[in-house]
Each structure stands twice: as C-alpha cells, then as structure tokens.
C-alpha cells in the first residue's frame, strides 16, 4: 500500500473513529455507558438516524441542527471527526503505511478525548489513561520490542517530573497528569523530552496571557487544566521528537 492511500484510508477511519470519540467525551464524564442508548439529540432525546450519523457531512446537510426539533448541534462534533481524521492522515504521511504508523495512530485516538474532557471537566480519566499506558506497552512491545525498555525509562522520567512538581504544590496540577506524562513516554521514547518541553512552554505562556489579562492575583486562582498543553507537547513530539532530539545531540554534544 503507497503512503497516500494509506493516509486517505487512515484519515477516513480517524473521523469516523472521531465520531465515537465525540461520545466518548461527552458520555464518560457523566458516567454514562459508550454504548447505550444509541446517540441521540441532547435537546429533545431523539435517536439518531444512521443516514444522520455520517461525520462531518450529516452536520453539514442538516445545517448544524437536529432534523426532529431543529435545535441547534454542536460545531464540536465535525471539528472533532475531521480533525482526528486529519491527525490520522497526518501520522501516515509522517511514519508510513506500515507498523510504524501503529502506536501515533493510538497515541492520537487517546488525546482527542482526553483533551476535550479536560478542558470541560479539568479531570483526565483513568478510564482511558490506565488502558492507554497497558495497550501502549503492547504495541511497543510487538513492533519495536527493542525499544521498550527506553520507552519505559522515558515514561518514569516524564511522570516522575511532573510527580515531583505535583508533590511540591499539590494545587498547581492534578495526577491525571503525571499519567498522562508517563502514558506520553511510553508512546513517544526520547521524543517525550521535547514534548514536555512544548508542553510546559505553551502552559507558560497562556498562564502569563491569563495574568496579565485579568492581574497576577486573580490569575494564580484561576485553574487552568494541563492536560491539553500534554497533548500539544505529545502531538509535536509525535511528528518531530525525534528530529528535535537528533538536532539537540548533534548540536551540543
């Protein structure tokens, strides 16, 4: 299979994958079972009809709005399918259609949500991070078994960092991160270096916008949740961690 039809393949399983992340999100929150009752309208409690339920162009026919009470739909349910479909497209083109492309692929299927739950609900479920991390192990183990012992030793340190920072002030972050920081490490190897790097700058520089909008005081209180700076940090140590680490050795050493 060329890279391209493996990308368009990839990126049409990636938004429709999205469209179960969009009630993976919006269901596991409320403890809610991801299977029943099938998807239906929040507004009026109608079930969705399969014809209805095509990502993004089902949104896109009804005009954003419910085809039984005309409320309104979410612009978050087609930004969500496309743009997993996009990432997915996009670890192809970078990894290849092959065994290599694997473990961005499920890395990304797991920070979708976890990026959206956590910046409605500021938590990070262990109900997809704890999986996250075993089928994470697996799949290294299964593709690239040589690496695994440093994907693991990177896992520590970049749980270990934020668990240090945790421990010392225990409000400035939660331990969703700390295993978020470890599940990134399994997944990415040496690249988590640079993805927690892009994580802790873009958190940096947000939480300075925020202080110097509404005053130091003011923004020290205002919870700001970490989870989508992780993966900001683990989609850029996805497509260039190893570039960038490669740089800095060859660089500086």
């Known amino acids: 299979m060329t890279t391209a039809m493996g990308a368009v393949l990839a990126g049409i399983f990636g938004t429709i994958i999205g469209s179960f992340l969009n009630v993976v999100a919006y269901r596991l929150p409320r403890k809610e079972s991801l299977s029943h009752p099938p998807s239906r309208c929040p507004s009026c409690g109608a079930p969705v009809k399969p014809y209805d339920n095509i990502p993004v162009i089902s949104w896109l026919l009804l005009r954003g709005r419910c085809r039984n009470c005309e409320a309104p739909i979410s612009w978050r349910y087609p930004l969500v399918e496309a743009g997993t479909g996009i990432l997915c497209a996009l670890v192809v083109v970078a990894k290849g259609a092959d065994e290599d ?3 961005g692929l499920v890395l990304v299927l797991l920070l979708v949500p976890i990026t959206l739950i956590d910046l409605e609900y500021q938590i990070i479920p262990n109900r997809i991070t704890y999986p996250g991390v075993a089928v994470g192990i697996v799949i290294v183990a299964l593709t ?6 440093e994907n693991l030793i990177a896992a520590a340190i970049a749980g270990g960092f934020l668990f240090i ?7 400035g972050m939660g331990l969703g991160d700390v295993k978020l920081a470890f599940m990134l490490g399994v997944y990415l190897g040496r690249a988590v270096a640079p ?12 939480g300075a916008i925020i202080m110097a909008r509404y005053g130091a005081a003011k923004g020290r209180k205002m919870k700001i949740p970490f989870g989508p700076y992780l993966a900001l940090g683990g989609l850029v ?7 960038m680490v490669d740089w800095y050795l060859d660089s500086f050493t």
Do not use: T, Y
């Open 237 to 243: 140590g996805l497509f260039f961690g190893d570039a």
């Open 165 to 171: 920072a945790w421990f010392l002030r225990p409000g």
């Open 195 to 206: 993805a927690m790097f892009v994580a802790l700058i873009s958190g940096s520089l947000i």
């Open 144 to 149: 690239d078994s040589r690496s695994l012992p």
């Open 101 to 103: 492309a694997i473990v």
